[in-house]
């Protein structure tokens, strides 16, 4: 059975690190902690679960620091977690499981991170990350912010899922100040760097700056394909905040130079039709979405409601904008059955069974 160093990277964490080593302590063999200079309480509390606490000044550089994390591992894999990241109750047997089952020449296992949750508290946006790496001087992390170790060798993907639950909101200008600090010492932004860059821009709403950091990567040679679609829709959403909604669609529409339909693509086109008056075309869109099959080991982002949920919800309304009560309510109660517990969901139901639909 493999060992497991937990290795952790963390600053003034004292509202989540706890709870996240709670969650995954008795699962791992070894905790390694990495303060970058805590204020708070953090290492207290992470001395309660651990005696491998190590100091390293921070750089505003995350690869840096995680890269000093692994080092001081000893077991024969290192897991990264984030102090505001758990463990679900629900995972911890599948995790042991693994551990028990997985084969020796296995280099790196790749587990699911959800990152947001719908009104019942079920995820509704996530993503495979690299979470077990093999201890040796091949893997290293890159990339200042949004930082990665880029799969290879013997990959596993294992539906274990560590989710993302932040208490508090961090600082909303940190990885953009981290970027344009390195600009400014006139270093070059590899090609996801540079996505990251221009995502950041538009989450600022410097939308102009955005689309001409984005155009740059789009027409770069270089480049990850599922970077390459986010960024069209990145680049539609400026041009939404620009006023410009035919630069929009046209963006939208680009992605699919770049490999087949994304159902969230298809979605974000859908609604651009439904926005204006044009519902047989917004169906068309909606349907195709749901059509598209959901490859999460693709490494892109997933946002799983596009792929069943939104499209039934938005064919409600297009039906519904058309006069065929019936056929809407027939998508809503699609859209029921994925979520029972969804508001939208329950008020079209009021809605039908007001108006006597059967």
Request: hydrophobic share 35%; net charge negative; aromatic share 14%.
């Amino acid at each position: 059975m493999p060992t497991i160093s937990l290795c952790m990277i963390v600053k003034d964490e004292e509202m989540h690190i706890a709870r996240c080593l709670e969650s995954v302590a008795d699962l791992v063999d070894e905790i390694i902690v990495v303060d970058t200079g805590s204020s708070d309480r953090t290492v207290e509390i992470a001395s309660q679960y651990t005696t491998n606490i190590y100091f390293y000044p921070w750089r505003e550089d995350f690869s840096e620091a995680r890269n000093y994390s692994f080092s001081k591992a000893s077991m024969e894999f290192c897991m990264w977690m984030d102090a505001d990241d758990i463990l679900e109750e629900t995972e911890k047997d599948k995790f042991l499981q693994l551990k028990q089952t997985l084969s020796s020449d296995v280099d790196m296992v790749m587990m699911k991170y959800n990152t947001a949750f719908d009104e019942d508290g079920k995820p509704s946006f996530s993503y495979f990350r690299e979470r077990w790496i093999r201890n040796c001087s091949e893997y290293r992390w890159v990339g200042a912010v949004h930082e990665v170790i880029s799969p290879s060798g013997n990959i596993v993907y294992s539906d274990i899922a560590v989710s993302h639950k932040k208490i508090n909101a961090g600082d909303p200008d940190r990885n953009l100040k981290i970027y344009q600090k390195a600009l400014a010492e006139g270093k070059t932004l590899e090609p996801r760097q540079q996505y990251y860059y221009g995502r950041e821009l538009y989450y600022h709403k410097q939308y102009e700056e955005a689309v001409s950091v984005l155009e740059q990567f789009l027409l770069s040679e270089e480049g990850w394909i599922e970077n390459k679609i986010e960024a069209c829709a990145v680049c539609a959403n400026c041009y939404y905040g620009l006023g410009q909604e035919k630069s929009a669609l046209n963006s939208l529409l680009r992605s699919m130079s770049f490999d087949l339909p994304r159902a969230e693509l298809c979605c974000e086109i859908g609604k651009y039709f439904l926005e204006h008056g044009n519902y047989h075309t917004a169906v068309y869109w909606y349907e195709t979405a749901l059509s598209r099959p959901g490859n999460e080991c693709s490494g892109g982002f997933i946002l799983l409601d596009c792929y069943d949920y939104i499209p039934y919800m938005q064919l409600c309304v297009c039906y519904d904008k058309m006069g065929d009560r019936k056929k809407a309510k027939e998508y809503n109660e699609k859209a029921g059955a994925c979520k029972p517990y969804a508001k939208a969901y329950l008020y079209n139901k009021q809605y039908f069974d007001s108006l006597g639909v059967c």
